[in-house]
C-alpha cells in the first residue's frame, strides 16, 4: 500500500518532469470566503490536470522490459492525457479506451499526445472487456486511474508541495479541500499531509448527485452513486471510492463538502477573472466549497485544488456568461 516513502520516492522521480505548482492567493476570493484562501493551481500541470504525476510515477516505476510493451489505460480524459503524456516521455506504446461522450478536447488532446484512442458506447459495451481484450493481445500494462499504489504516490506529491508551502505562509492549521473523484488525489494528499503538516486536514469535495466519498465517509463503508450518467463536472465523475483509497480517506480526511453545478460554474469564473486560471468544472469544486459552503469550514485559512482545466470551449463561456 501507498505511504509516505513511497510517495518521497515519487517525488524524486517526478523531480525534472513534474512542475511544482504554486499556492496563489487573491483578496477578493478572501472577502467571499471570510477567510484566506489559498489555490493550489493543478490546472498549470502538464496536460492540464493532476493525473500526469500519478501517470508518470506508475510508469517510471515499471520494471523496463514490462513498460516497453506499452500501457493501457481507461479515461474520460485527463488520465488518459497524463497516462499518453508519460508514455511517450519513456517512448512505449499507449492504448485509452475512452467514451464517446467524453470531452472532445480531451479526446483529441490525448490523440496527440501520441496514444491511440479507442472509444466505446458506455451504454452499450463493456470496456473492462475491451480492455482485456487489447492487453491480452499486446502485453499491455494496464494503469489505473486510482485504485493503484503508485498513482496514489505520484498524487500524493503535490501533498508534499502544500505541506512546504503551507509552512512557508505561517499555515499550521487548515483544511484542504480536494476535488475528488475515485480518491487518489484526495488519499495521497492526506498521506504526505499526516506526515509533513499533520495540523492540516484533507477532506474531499464533491458535486451533488456523485457525492460517493461524502457519504461513503458518513457511513464508515464505500458507498455507490445511484447516478451512472456523467455529470458536467466529468473528470471526478467514478460509481464509488477506491477499494485502496478509501480506507485511507476514512482514516485520514474530514467530512466531505459537496457543491451544485451552478456554484462550480461560478467557481471557474471567479477562478478566470480573481487568478487568471482556467479551470473544468470538476477542477473548480474545492475553490466552491472554499467559497461557498462557509460555514462547514473552521479556521481563518482554507487551501484547495483547481485539479484540471481541460474545459471545452462552450462549458467555458456558459460559465462566464453566467457569473463574471
Known amino acids: 500500500m501507498t505511504d509516505i516513502t513511497m510517495i518521497r520516492s515519487a517525488a ?23 477567510r484566506r484562501v489559498f489555490v493550489k493551481p493543478e490546472c498549470l500541470q502538464h496536460t492540464g490536470s493532476f493525473k500526469y504525476r500519478g501517470a508518470r510515477s506508475a510508469i517510471s516505476a515499471l520494471d523496463p522490459d514490462t513498460r516497453a510493451h506499452g500501457v ?158 456523467t455529470g458536467l463536472c466529468d473528470a471526478i465523475v467514478t460509481p464509488q471510492p477506491g477499494d485502496i483509497t478509501f480506507p485511507i480517506l476514512h482514516r485520514l480526511c474530514g467530512p466531505g463538502l459537496v457543491v451544485s453545478d451552478d456554484e462550480a460554474l461560478h467557481a471557474m469564473a471567479l477562478a478566470f477573472s480573481r487568478l487568471k486560471l482556467v479551470a473544468e468544472p470538476g477542477g473548480a469544486v474545492a475553490l466552491a466549497a472554499a467559497l461557498f459552503r462557509t460555514d462547514e469550514i473552521e479556521g481563518d485559512a482554507v487551501i484547495c485544488t483547481i485539479s484540471g482545466g481541460n474545459v471545452d470551449a462552450d462549458v467555458f463561456q456558459t460559465a462566464l456568461s453566467q457569473f463574471a
Open 72 to 229: 493501457i489505460a481507461f479515461s474520460s480524459g485527463n488520465h488518459a492525457q497524463g497516462v499518453a503524456l508519460a508514455a511517450s516521455e519513456f517512448g512505449v506504446p499507449a492504448v485509452i479506451i475512452m467514451p464517446r461522450d467524453a470531452p472532445r478536447m480531451k479526446i483529441d488532446n490525448t490523440s496527440a499526445l501520441g496514444a491511440e484512442v479507442v472509444l466505446y458506447d458506455r451504454a452499450a459495451e463493456d470496456r473492462d472487456a475491451i480492455g482485456a481484450r487489447l492487453s491480452a493481445e499486446r502485453g499491455l500494462t494496464l494503469i489505473k486511474p486510482y485504485d493503484e499504489p503508485q498513482v496514489i504516490a505520484g498524487q500524493g506529491t503535490t501533498g508534499l508541495e502544500i505541506a512546504e508551502d503551507a509552512a512557508a505562509l505561517g499555515i499550521e492549521t487548515a483544511d484542504v479541500l480536494v476535488c475528488c473523484g475515485g480518491g487518489g488525489l484526495t488519499s495521497g494528499i492526506a498521506l504526505a499531509l499526516e506526515a509533513d503538516a499533520p495540523g492540516l486536514r484533507a477532506r474531499p469535495c464533491e458535486p451533488e448527485g456523485f457525492d460517493d466519498a461524502t457519504r461513503s465517509l458518513s457511513h464508515g463503508r464505500i458507498m455507490r452513486n445511484a447516478q451512472t450518467t
Open 12 to 34: 524524486a522521480r517526478l523531480a525534472g518532469h513534474a512542475r511544482r505548482t504554486p499556492l496563489l492567493s487573491s483578496p477578493f476570493l478572501d472577502e467571499i470566503a471570510g
